[in-house]
């Protein structure tokens, strides 16, 4: 197997199902997407489309009764093994979570362990991974002072309580960075976090991606971020992607109508208007997607051949999976 060239991740056909062999229900299906050393992409879509799903799936972190239905996940690590992680025995993979491949989860005061300092935990991950390392507690403070952390060497022996919740998701991406990952995926890092600190926590992330060398998937519902901070998006609704280009080529030029939808739905400065544009309906259930287009019960663009999945088509390196060609009016 081969990546390619500065391809950290190649994601093919991944379908993810719950339930057993005799009857399974599929939720994401054939999901396919790359991702190269440095870059972050970044993954849209409202709440149900499949976007976390998807992640987890990637090292197999799925709850009982989930599993992978086909699909490939090759993942390149930085020594130039490739490694396809649908394959790859339990006792590989536990090598590489934490390690090669860290995770920032939506809420920080859920994954950190009330019980234990946040020094503990962040030396936990270097226990683990890095074993060359000599004096844990310096390299706990050294990440902390990386992420932020003002006053490192008392805030080390904090215990989570006693931490805001912007310092918590700093101090969930330090722990993610003592493993020295070449891929973070960051699951909605902003959520319950207010403006000001929701900048300040993707600008750190941005920034420790140039430091660290580091790709970067990161999970959003917000396409306003995805402007100022992707390199490459991919839009997922009901557990397929619909939708993949640069990000400023999909600002700039959308062609699925859910991403036009969703585009329109972001809040513009100095905007006269008083009312937010909203998506009709909702995202429907696996298991109640309608026939052909996912999308097409809640498209004004929707005609009866909506009814037959279009395939995606492609132009240069945008793609999108409708049956209009060409440009449409956003």
């Known amino acids: 197997m081969s990546c390619g060239e500065d391809v950290i991740l190649k994601v093919k056909d991944l379908s993810i199902g719950f339930g057993s062999r005799k009857k399974c229900l599929e939720v994401t299906s054939d999901v396919s997407f790359e991702l190269h050393k440095g870059e972050i992409l970044a993954l849209v879509g409202e709440s149900g489309c499949g976007k976390s799903l998807t992640c987890l799936g990637l090292t197999r972190l799925l709850a009982p009764g989930a599993e992978i239905l086909r699909?490939?996940?090759e993942f390149c690590s930085a020594?130039?093994?490739v490694?396809?992680?649908?394959?790859?025995?339990?006792?590989?993979?536990r090598k590489l979570r934490g390690g090669s491949i860290a995770y920032i989860f939506q809420e920080p005061a859920a994954s950190l362990n009330p019980?234990?300092?946040?020094?503990?935990q962040i030396a936990e991950v270097i226990h683990l991974h890095r074993k060359d390392v000599k004096d844990v507690r310096s390299e706990v403070i050294k990440l902390l002072q990386d992420v932020g952390i003002p006053d490192p060497q008392k805030r080390c022996d904090a215990f989570p309580h006693e931490l805001s919740g912007?310092?918590?998701?700093?101090?969930?991406?330090?722990?993610?960075?003592?493993?020295k990952p070449d891929l973070l995926i960051?699951?909605?890092?902003?959520t319950a976090l207010d403006v000001t600190i929701q900048s300040q926590i993707l600008e750190l992330i941005d920034d420790l991606r140039h430091k660290y060398n580091m790709a970067v998937i990161l999970i959003t519902h917000n396409l306003g971020i995805v402007a100022e901070l992707a390199d490459r998006v991919e839009v997922m609704y009901g557990g397929m992607i619909v939708e993949s280009a640069a990000a400023g080529e999909l600002i700039k030029n959308p062609q699925h109508p859910y991403t036009q939808a969703l585009l329109k739905a972001v809040p513009k400065l100095g905007s006269s208007t008083q009312q937010l544009a909203t998506i009709p309906g909702q995202v429907p259930m696996a298991g109640a997607f309608?026939?052909?287009?996912?999308?097409?019960?809640r498209c004004s663009y929707a005609?009866?051949?909506c009814k037959t999945l279009p395939v995606m088509q492609q132009h240069n390196h945008h793609c999108w999976r409708c049956i209009r060609k060409g440009s449409m009016e956003a």
């Open 71 to 73: 699909g490939s996940v």
């Open 79 to 81: 020594d130039g093994t």
């Open 83 to 93: 490694y396809d992680l649908v394959q790859l025995k339990e006792r590989q993979l």
């Open 115 to 120: 019980v234990f300092r946040v020094g503990e």
């Open 166 to 179: 912007g310092m918590q998701q700093r101090i969930m991406i330090a722990m993610a960075l003592a493993g």
């Open 186 to 190: 960051a699951d909605e890092p902003t």
């Open 290 to 297: 309608p026939a052909g287009c996912r999308f097409s019960d």
């Open 303 to 305: 005609v009866a051949e």
